[in-house]
């Protein structure tokens, strides 16, 4: 048997035992080893299907182990390949109307929009696009808490709609202090569809051809899980 497959068994195996962190182990290193050549020539779809529910499962994996936005990131994988199907419809069930992972309530949901958008931004700007120590993520994430309550206290979110909510967040620029280079502030990546020539809005197709909403594809905002380890 091709090790890959030995490697994606043993990580189900892990995940039926609730062992969600060795079986992530086991299925990340299945799709290191999994061959991705000729996946987009005819009579490849027995492997995209494959790919597609390796992917499914790493997500199940991330979801059990607490890492909810990456569990929406590997499904998102999962439904680029497989166009149609039950990832589809897991993905709209978990994610909230800005792509990441539901919370219990609108405000959280709102909290970590606004988090992930400062935070990744943060991290985009540093050299290493990773953060370094835990003082480092703590003073970060205060900073960030700071400018959430002054926000919070100054706006009143609930008149507005997600897109002006997300337009709000990103027009605030937090100064983050001496660590950073804070040039690609101003240079916020917005994906243009060109062949109409209008900015992309949350709520429509992803230029990419994957047929789900901008927001939870090319859109998506990270959620700390994910940014903290320089996925995006
Ligand atoms: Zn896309």
């Not at 429509?204 to 320089?230: F, Q, T």
């Amino acid at each position: 048997m091709q090790s890959w497959l030995i490697d994606y068994q043993r990580g189900l195996r892990w995940l039926r035992r609730h062992r969600p962190l060795r079986a992530l182990a086991y299925l990340e290193r299945a799709l290191l080893a999994v061959p991705t050549d000729r996946l987009r020539s005819p009579g490849s779809g027995s492997r995209r299907a494959d790919i597609a529910r390796l992917f499914y499962y790493l997500g199940l994996g991330f979801r059990k182990a607490g890492m909810r936005n990456r569990a929406i990131g590997s499904w998102v994988e999962s439904a680029r390949l497989e166009k149609r199907g039950t990832v589809r419809r897991k993905l709209f069930r978990v994610t909230n109307r800005y792509g990441m992972a539901r919370q219990e309530s609108r405000e959280i949901d709102d909290q970590q929009a606004f988090y992930g958008i400062q935070l990744s931004r943060y991290i985009r700007s540093k050299q290493s696009h990773r953060l370094g120590t835990r003082a480092e993520i703590d003073m970060i994430a205060e900073l960030i808490d700071e400018y959430w309550a002054r926000l919070r206290a100054s706006a009143d979110l609930s008149q507005l709609t997600c897109g002006q909510k997300l337009e709000l967040f990103r027009s605030i620029v937090i100064v983050f202090p001496f660590l950073t280079v804070p040039e690609d502030l101003k240079t916020e990546d917005v994906a243009v569809d060109f062949s109409h020539g209008r900015r992309v809005g949350d709520e429509d197709r992803c230029v990419c051809g994957s047929g789900l909403p901008y927001r939870l594809c090319h859109g998506r905002i990270p959620g700390a899980d994910e940014a903290l380890i320089g996925k995006f």
